[in-house]
């Protein structure tokens, strides 16, 4: 099966710790990153995702529809572009393998790929996290290739 994320969430994956907007939201979360770590493929999608369900659900106006948002996921395909060397665009799909998890990671606590979470609420949240090495995030890429899971 195959798990749409639109292009900024492939960045807040990276240091989701189990926090969120709300608890359907975090238990949404908690599922999505499951499949991941079972080894399911990313599906690139435009607008908003299945990390968004749960926000789209409660919301009148949900941000997920913003100008904001649409910004963030524009910086982060052409920042992901750059690090991983190819075009990355709607409709792709690949695997959050052990190396390319370790790649963005990298990349991210370096700040190389950090362009669209300027302005977001939750960027010294996830800073402090990545700064810690990605201990206690979700994402433990269980089932891939290479990865065990990390938590603390």
């Known amino acids: 099966m195959t798990v749409e994320i639109r292009p900024h969430h492939l ?7 189990g926090k969120g907007y709300s608890q359907a939201f975090t238990r949404n979360y908690d599922r999505i990153v499951a499949r991941l770590n079972a080894g ?3 599906r690139i999608v435009d607008g ?8 789209v659900a409660a919301e009148a106006e949900p941000h997920c529809h913003g100008d904001s948002v649409t910004r963030r996921d524009r910086d982060a395909l052409a920042s992901l572009a750059e ?3 190819r075009p990355i665009g709607v409709g792709d799909d690949f695997m959050l393998d052990a190396a390319t998890l370790a ?6 606590a370096s ?6 979470c300027d302005g977001c609420q939750w960027s010294e ?5 990545a700064g810690r090495g990605f201990r206690a995030t979700a994402l433990s890429g269980q089932g891939l290739p290479g990865q065990s ?3 603390a």
Do not use: H
Request: charge should be positive; include cysteine.
């Open 11 to 17: 960045l807040c994956i990276l240091t989701y710790a």
């Open 125 to 129: 949240l996830c800073t402090t996290i």
């Open 103 to 108: 790649r963005l990671r990298e990349a991210f």
């Open 83 to 85: 690090l991983l060397r």
């Open 40 to 42: 399911e493929t990313v």
């Open 149 to 151: 899971n990390d938590r």
């Open 48 to 55: 908003p995702d299945a990390i968004c369900a749960p926000v």
């Open 111 to 116: 700040g190389a790929i950090r362009t669209a």
